[in-house]
């Protein structure tokens, strides 16, 4: 059972910088995608930011350059932490985020509508910026 637990969020002026982490205790980092999701009112959820097995990261063109995701194993190896710090944030960054999981490879946070096949979320954190 993958459990995700998100932190981090709330609000900020424009241009101001915000970050999120999001616990992975069962040790998924290896196997899965994980990364971002957000959606603000009325709009479809879409992909932020991702990264895969093999570190490697991705990131929706409207944040590249801004954002930036990584993850970081604790000492005791107790879980692994998912972190997306976000800077140079606008009105528009304003959603709710989600941490998200999927076996193998990324592409669902990156194809329409990818985000109805993702099984595995993070109980969302919110986002505002005004």
């Known amino acids: 059972h993958v459990q995700l637990v998100e932190s981090g969020g709330g609000s900020v002026q424009a241009g101001g910088s915000l970050s999120l982490s999001c616990d992975d205790t069962?040790?998924?980092?290896?196997?899965?995608?994980l990364g971002w999701f957000r959606q603000a009112p009325g709009k479809e959820r879409e992909g932020v930011a991702a990264?895969?097995?093999?570190?490697?990261?991705?990131?929706?063109?409207s944040v590249k350059g801004r954002f930036v995701a990584f993850r970081d194993n604790a000492k005791d190896n107790t879980k692994n932490t998912l972190y997306l710090q976000m800077h140079a944030l606008q009105p528009d960054d304003s959603a709710m985020y989600y941490c998200?999981?999927?076996?193998?490879?990324?592409?669902?946070?990156?194809?329409?509508?990818?985000?109805?096949?993702?099984?595995?979320w993070g109980q969302g954190t919110q986002v505002t910026v005004s």
């Open positions: 990264i895969d097995g093999d570190g490697r990261t991705s990131y929706g063109n």
């Open positions: 998200a999981a999927t076996p193998g490879r990324c592409e669902l946070f990156w194809v329409p509508g990818g985000f109805n096949h993702v099984s595995n």
């Open positions: 069962t040790h998924i980092y290896s196997r899965y995608c």
